[in-house]
């Protein structure tokens, strides 16, 4: 039995237009997002038949595949309900994401900083990435990450609240090799209060799991 399934959408292909286009949002979702789903399973697959015959010639690239596609499937699951068609602009606590909104000036000194921090860190990426908004269990706080190829470059025990995909897939249709231009053009689709809520339950649950030292 499949352990993981393909997410519907939250909203139509067109809703988050002109910021993405129909077709990348159909192409992105139906045929990238649906192949690491398939891909996460299809290896879980395959380890349990290494288990079975005790056969561990492959572990290696099984384990670097299912990284690769179950990342791959948890970020895109994300990265979905991280857009609106009606978001944008800089979170406030008038909008009901106080809580986020302070504790993005408190990790990054203002919400500019932060804003500057997250685009040039996902435009940056080398080849294939993310740029990440996480929250740290250890420190209590906010951080930005880069996440390399669905793998690499992740804090342990982060929790990611706020992705961009910087993949070429995500925009290539659209703003050809300009990169920096779609990530810029993100900020406008950023649905703040799912950002809120991810913090929220991360916070959490993160500092619950956290044993003393």
Known sequence: ??????????????????????????LHHDKHHAAYVKGANDTLEQLAEARD?????????????????LSGHILHSIYWHNMTGDGGGEPHEKDGVGELADAIAESFGSYAGFKAQLTKAAATTQGSGWGVLAYEPLSGRLIVEQVYD????????????????????????QYKNQKVDFIEAMWQVVNWQDVAKRYAAAKEHGDSLLLAP
């Open 1 to 26: 039995m499949a352990l993981y399934t393909l997410p519907e959408l939250p909203y139509d292909y067109a809703a988050l237009a002109p910021v993405i286009s129909p077709e990348i949002i159909e």
């Open 53 to 69: 015959k005790e056969s561990w010639g492959s572990i290696n690239g099984l384990e670097k595949n299912l990284a690769f596609h």
């Open 150 to 173: 669905h793998q690499g470059n992740a804090g342990q025990g982060s929790t990611p609240i706020l992705v961009f995909d910087a993949w070429e897939h995500a925009f290539y249709l």
